[in-house]
């Protein structure tokens, strides 16, 4: 059975960081685009970063570049967010999710096209 399981949300104050994981569990996502994905209440759902399967590309939205940093352990079925100066609106539960892919510097994934999503953990920045 295949799990995505997010850990290290929290409250922050405003410029504050957090550093979320998400460990892949069920089989390898090693040849899968790995991301992160936000919610805020009464918001849809919204692309946050991915990584290719190589680790060699990454994509992030424009409210999150230069603030976030997003990295994998293909070992470890592990993916993670570094996130730095934190804002108000960054205040949501971040979800991660996998896609299959060939391709090893794809970082092409969507809500719709993810093939497996984790629960979320919630962050929230204060102040």
């Known amino acids: 059975q295949v799990q995505l399981l997010e850990s290290g949300g929290g409250l922050v104050q405003a410029g504050g960081s957090l550093r979320l994981s998400c460990a892949a569990s069920?089989?390898?996502?090693?040849?899968?685009?790995m991301a992160w994905f936000r919610q805020a209440p009464g918001k849809e759902r919204e692309f946050v970063a991915a990584?290719?399967?190589?680790?060699?590309?990454?994509d992030y939205a424009d409210s999150v570049k230069g603030r976030f940093a997003i990295s994998r352990d293909n070992a470890k079925n592990m993916v993670f967010l570094q996130m730095n100066s934190l804002k108000p609106e960054d205040t949501a539960v971040y979800h991660c999710?996998?896609?299959?892919?060939?391709?090893?510097?794809?970082?092409?994934?969507?809500?719709?096209?993810?093939?497996?999503w984790g629960q979320g953990t919630q962050v929230t920045v204060s102040s």
């Open positions: 999710a996998t896609r299959s892919t060939g391709l090893a510097n794809d970082v092409r994934i969507s809500v719709g096209s993810a093939d497996y």
């Open positions: 069920g089989r390898t996502f090693s040849r899968d685009v």
């Open positions: 990584i290719s399967w190589s680790g060699g590309r990454t």
